[in-house]
Nanobody
Framework: QVQLVESGGGLVQPGGSLRLSCVAS????????MSWYRQAPGKERELVAG????????NYGNSMEGRFTISRDDGKDTVYLQMNSLKPEDTAVYYC?????????????WGQGTQVTVSS
């Protein structure tokens, strides 16, 4: 059974930091590209950051590079998102995504999300 379980969200003041974790199970984690997305109320889901397999390539959404850092630990089947200098506009539900595209099949898994609220 495929599972992606996010944790680490919560309430933080502007300028603060949070570290999100996503623990995977039920699939070959090291073979999948991993990403974090977020969705704020009334807005579309957007890419926050992605990391390839192996974790040599990363990419970030607009306004996130320089503040957010994605990393992965294949030995722990876990992907992380370190978020610094948080702003109120970073408030959203953050989702973990695992994706692998093969010639004849695409695998696309999502977690349930973790709420991040940036407010004073």
């Amino acid at each position: 059974q495929v599972q992606l379980v996010e944790s680490g969200g919560g309430l933080v003041q502007p300028g603060g930091s949070l570290r999100l974790s996503c623990v995977a199970s039920g699939f070959a984690f090291s073979s999948f590209a991993m990403s974090w997305y977020r969705q704020a109320p009334g807005k579309e889901r957007e890419l926050v950051a992605g990391i390839g397999s192996p974790g040599t390539n990363t990419n970030y959404g607009n306004s996130m590079e320089g503040r957010f850092t994605i990393s992965r630990d294949d030995g722990k089947d876990t992907v992380y998102l370190q978020m610094n200098s948080l702003k109120p506009e970073d408030t959203a539900v953050y989702y973990c995504n695992a994706r692998r595209v093969l010639t004849l099949r695409k695998y696309d898994y999502w977690g349930q999300g973790t709420q991040v609220t940036v407010s004073s």
